[in-house]
């Protein structure tokens, strides 16, 4: 398969893998560490501690990585479409990988705000149920968020293969 050696090729490829790779993370956050941490029957500030640790090193990669995948995305657009080659897959790939942060600033940003303000001690203080509510939002909006990657990724793989 000649087709699979092109830099576009591997640009998208690497793209794809990315996408998928966030939508994991992002994943593994609601699906997994959030729900364990709900049942490990802690205390509130225990809670808030394990959230803020997996909340920092969320933030430490899913955003960056994102946001350079929908970089890539764009390029990869830019360079078909000057090819006369199907391009929108890529260029709705971006959008769907982008989209992200709005959905993260505007949806789940008064949840995070909340949470994150408890735990450096400059909001107000929650009880345990307050904090497990916060945290079982959190994860669904999260759960939601993941979407947006995998579509990048589905929308991507829908591009290579035209």
Request: proline share 4%; glycine share 10%; aromatic share 8%.
């Amino acid at each position: 398969m000649p087709f699979l050696l092109t830099p576009l090729t591997l640009a998208a490829s690497g793209g794809i893998l990315g996408s998928a790779w966030v939508s994991g993370s992002l994943a593994s956050l609601s699906i997994c560490a959030i729900p364990a941490l709900l049942q490990c029957g802690t205390t509130a500030d225990g809670l808030l501690r394990g959230w803020h640790l997996q909340f920092s090193r969320g933030l430490a990669h899913i955003p960056t990585t994102a946001a350079a995948i929908g970089v890539n995305y764009i390029y990869l657009a830019y360079r078909h479409q000057a090819l006369g080659l199907e391009w929108r897959g890529y260029a709705a790939a971006a959008v769907a990988n982008l989209m992200m942060a709005p959905f993260t600033l505007v949806v789940i940003n008064s949840t995070n705000s909340k949470l994150l303000g408890a735990v450096s001690g400059t909001g107000k203080p929650l009880s345990e149920s307050v904090v497990r509510s916060l945290m079982v939002q959190w994860s669904k909006l999260s759960a939601i968020r993941l979407i947006m990657p995998l579509s990048g990724a589905i929308l991507a793989l829908w591009n290579l293969l035209q």
